[in-house]
């Protein structure tokens, strides 16, 4: 189905498989330190809870995309969810041993490798030329969206049944979509074929070299912003001295702010301006946070970072996801365009958390994150730099 005008419960259905597939991956840092303290969890096996989420993917994203071009989406969806709910079971039926709860999360990983494509592919296929731009941002904003969605059920789930209510409700939003996945279907309201694009910017070794070089980018914002947004809450409760449910407060607010930056950059790009320049100067944000942290440290300075750490976390992925579609021309990406993205993005999801947890661990100070991740961000902007060289002034405009 090429949408010659919008089929909005197409992307309506398939942006929240992607928002559902974040919640799940983002319940667990506001729950992280309450975790920690009651069972005692190794940091390092911690940060892998996170990362492991990104091995599933980094494994599977470029065979699954592969998949989901040959065979189509509704099969591979429901799988995705059957595991997400075989896999939150298994962590709320033995808490207490870290090895086995990895082992869940990476069911649910599984899972998540699926929905991550599935949901951008179908929010693609079901949109018009001109709103691409803002289906690129409201993409964007699968994981802020999920971040927030775990953040405003934590501080109930605390103060109430605890902890495993965060895991009950993604158990519930599982069948709630396998029930509306096979609606959709049973009523042939939104189509489960992948699309391929018809034509493209440039050579097909072009754009897959484009594609390789925004994996890159997205391998290294992804890396920073995991760990940064995977250990804030701790951070914010050792250092700042904060309780968990106003660490969860502060976590929230480059949350938010990066998801409202989405969506305006989204209708930025829907606008005309070249995608290259806005990519460079989302990335220099990330990396000027970082080095600047011995300065900004807590108080107005810190809220300020939080803050301008939010607006290049929103404009670095809005932008990397438009990408596909951008090359795409006039026909729609394919699954394995984004599967080539999201395996540059699954790499430094993997390594992001773990690295930091590892460098705490060998140090005991987080003051060790500004030298490694700002010297990562900084060789990010390098290549975002030529990527937007390559790019050249590529953009959507009005009139697509």
């Known amino acids: 189905m090429t949408a010659s005008r919008s089929t909005w419960t197409g992307i309506a259905f398939g942006l929240c498989l992607a928002y559902y597939a974040a919640y799940q991956q ?16 190794d940091r390092a096996l911690a940060g892998g809870f996170m990362s492991i989420y990104a091995a599933a993917g980094l494994l599977l994203s470029l065979p699954l995309a592969r998949v989901l071009d040959r065979i189509g989406i509704l099969g591979p969806v429901l799988t995705a969810l059957v595991l997400m709910v075989i896999g939150s079971t298994v962590n709320l039926m033995a808490p207490e041993n870290g090895w086995i709860v990895l082992a869940g999360r990476g069911l649910e990983g599984i899972g998540f490798a699926v929905l991550a494509i599935a ?33 405003a059920a934590a501080p109930a789930a605390f103060a109430g049944p605890g902890w495993q209510a965060l895991w009950w409700l993604g158990i519930a939003g599982a069948v709630v979509l396998a029930l509306w996945t096979t609606t959709l279907h049973s009523r042939r309201t939104v189509s489960f074929t992948s699309q391929r694009a018809a034509d493209g910017q440039g050579s097909a070794g072009q754009r897959r070299g484009s594609l390789i070089l925004a994996a890159g980018a997205f391998m290294i914002f992804s890396g920073q912003y995991y760990a940064y947004m995977t250990w804030l809450p701790q951070y914010l409760v050792e250092v700042h001295g904060l309780s968990p449910s106003l660490a969860v407060l ?5 949350v938010a702010t990066l998801f409202a930056t989405n969506l305006v950059f989204g209708m930025i790009l829907r606008a005309g301006i070249p995608l290259g320049p806005l990519l460079v100067v989302g990335m220099a944000s990330q990396a000027a946070v970082w080095w600047l942290i011995p300065v900004t440290g807590g108080g107005v300075g810190g809220a300020i970072s939080l803050v301008v750490y939010g607006i290049g976390a929103g404009v670095v992925p809005t932008c990397l996801f438009a990408i596909p579609s951008l090359l795409a021309g006039s026909g729609r ?68």
């Not at 179908?122 to 731009?133: F, W």
């Not at 502060?250 to 480059?254: A, I, S």
């Not at 003051?367 to 730099?385: N, Q």
Request: proline share 9%; aromatic share 10%; net charge positive.
């Open 26 to 41: 983002f319940k667990l840092p506001p729950a992280l330190p309450l975790l920690l303290e009651t069972y005692g969890y």
């Open 119 to 151: 949901g951008p592919v179908l929010a693609n296929a079901n949109a018009t030329a001109r709103q691409l731009p803002i289906v690129a941002g409201l993409t964007a904003s699968w994981i802020p969206i999920g971040q927030l969605g775990a953040t």
């Open 250 to 254: 502060g976590y929230t607010v480059p």
């Open 333 to 400: 990406p394919p699954a394995s365009a984004f599967g080539i993205i999201m395996t540059g993005r699954n790499l430094g999801v993997l390594v992001g958390p773990v690295l930091l947890a590892l460098a705490f661990k060998s140090s005991g100070t987080w003051d060790v994150a500004t030298p490694i991740f700002g010297t990562a961000t900084t060789f990010g902007l390098g290549v975002c730099i030529w990527l937007a060289v390559v790019l050249g002034g590529a953009r959507y405009g009005t009139s697509r």
